[in-house]
């Protein structure tokens, strides 16, 4: 351990932060809660997640504005420091923690059951225990491992849904599969038509659409590790959109074309049944194989993030200084180590967790990244009026619209909160995480720690 390195080594290519990006708005939303949110939007989830898609990609242009002219590892958490104050930094970098030590729980309790497929005999823990395993190995060897790694995972994710829905286009236009007869779109309208559930339908699936998207943000988290970050962030971001609405939109508009929404989640994947009705043998296989690869991305990603968070947080003298030290390779090695232990509470869930818990897990996480995506707008806000207006327009990568796009963000976020709070399934997640931020405050003031911060923002003040 090199514990006079402070400087996190930039090993991440633009190939890596292109796949990255691209995988992080690729998972288990898409192929597991999608069916869920169908059940509720029906064929209207298709504009769910292209409006949700809309203002992710805000989010993220604030993000970029703040992250290109300042990349730094603990990105949204050390912005809220600067233009929020220290307590908005402080809460923001451990909720980010918190929000995917929970998701990743979830994730390495969903290796396990992915892999009964296979090993039906085994116990869920010990596939569960393995991910954890090799994932932390992973991300403790470089940063270099971790990005070759997220990219082969989000390569095989793409490629599948590509594959998906070209095989389903074919179906739907030249009846491949269906002995030449075109399916047609009818499907869409046909079973009560585009909103079967009206309006409320759409809005009620919005906490699954926004659970899809959890994750997207990292590409920030990475800024600090990135070797090219003007060009590879702004890259990224610019191109999320049109990502969601291939990937989302388009896979989703080609399941709903083929099979009635109200039947889809009853005959198993509809993703498997697509490949199965071209004649691909073992195609259940393949897919659980992608599944399986898209849990481990997340689990991968979630204990990158978390190591950084906690690096940025050492250095602020907001977690243990041991978490601040960086190994030979430039990675946060103890920081990793601590987050992947945290995680081991995951693997002994796989003993009491019952189905429904993994309904909770997902609208925790919800409500944790929506206070992130919160604190990203609000921050970038605070940061345009500590900008002149010839630096405004300098800026290398500006917030389209703004402030009209921040505040219309923020009002979306307020709604999807709102619904959340009408649902008895997600209603808990405002009960734990508010209850999460009371006892970081607790902390906070009774460790002293808003004293020392103080200080230093007098201090900080004097030099300047």
């Not at 603990?74 to 030590?101: E, H, M």
């Not at 994932?135 to 940063?143: D, H, L, P, R, Y």
């Amino acid at each position: 351990m090199d514990q006079n390195n402070t400087e996190l080594k930039r090993g991440l290519e633009e190939r890596h932060i292109t796949l990255m990006s691209l995988g992080a708005c690729i998972g288990v939303g898409l192929f597991l809660g999608s069916a869920s949110a169908i059940k509720m939007a029906g064929p209207g989830i298709l504009f769910a997640y292209a409006i949700s898609g809309l203002i992710i990609f805000f989010i993220l242009r604030a993000l970029g504005e703040m992250g290109i002219q300042k990349p730094v590892a603990g990105s949204f958490s050390t912005y809220a420091r600067d233009f929020l104050g220290p307590l908005a930094g402080y809460l923001t970098g451990w909720n980010y923690w918190f929000l995917w030590i929970v998701t990743c729980m979830a994730e390495i309790t969903a290796i396990g059951i992915y892999m009964e497929y296979w090993f039906p005999g085994a116990p869920r823990w010990i596939w569960a225990l393995a991910a954890l395993v090799i994932m932390t190995v992973v991300n403790g060897i470089a940063v270099k491992a971790y990005g070759e790694l997220e990219f082969w995972f989000a390569l095989i994710k793409i490629v599948t849904i590509i594959a998906m829905i070209i095989v389903g286009a074919a179906m739907i236009f030249f009846g491949l599969g269906n002995g030449g007869v075109a399916t047609g779109i009818s499907n869409l309208w046909n079973h009560g038509g585009l909103f079967p559930n009206g309006f409320k339908g759409v809005l009620f699936s919005m906490q699954m659409v926004m659970y899809a998207y959890l994750g997207i943000e990292m590409i920030g988290v990475t800024a600090g590790e990135v070797k090219n970050p003007e060009k590879s962030l702004s890259k990224a971001i610019d191109t999320v959109f049109w990502r969601i609405l291939i990937f989302y939109v388009g896979a989703l508009f080609v399941i709903m074309s083929i099979y009635p929404w109200n039947e889809i989640g009853t005959s198993g994947s509809p993703f498997v049944l697509t490949f199965e009705k071209v004649g691909i043998r073992g195609a259940a296989g393949i897919i659980n194989f992608v599944v399986l690869t898209a849990a481990l991305s997340s689990c991968n990603s979630g204990i990158f993030s978390t190591a950084r968070m906690l690096f940025d947080l050492a250095n602020h003298n907001e977690a243990p200084k041991k978490f601040g030290k960086i190994t030979k390779k430039g990675v946060p090695g103890v920081a990793v180590i601590a987050s992947a232990a945290a995680l081991l509470i995951g693997v002994v869930l796989n003993y009491i967790v019952p189905a429904k818990v993994f309904a909770w897990v997902t609208s925790i996480a919800t409500f944790s990244a929506i206070w992130t995506w919160v604190i990203i707008l609000l921050s970038q806000l605070r940061y345009r009026k500590t900008l002149k207006q010839d630096e405004v327009k300098k800026l290398k990568y500006k917030m389209p619209l703004f402030p009209f796009t921040n505040y219309l963000s923020l009002a979306f976020l307020a709604v999807v909160i709102v619904l959340m709070a009408s649902s008895a399934d997600t209603r808990i997640a405002l009960i734990v995480g508010p209850i999460w931020l009371i006892l970081l405050i607790a902390f906070y003031y009774g460790k002293g720690l808003h004293k020392r911060d103080h200080g230093q923002v007098i201090s900080n003040k004097q030099v300047s």
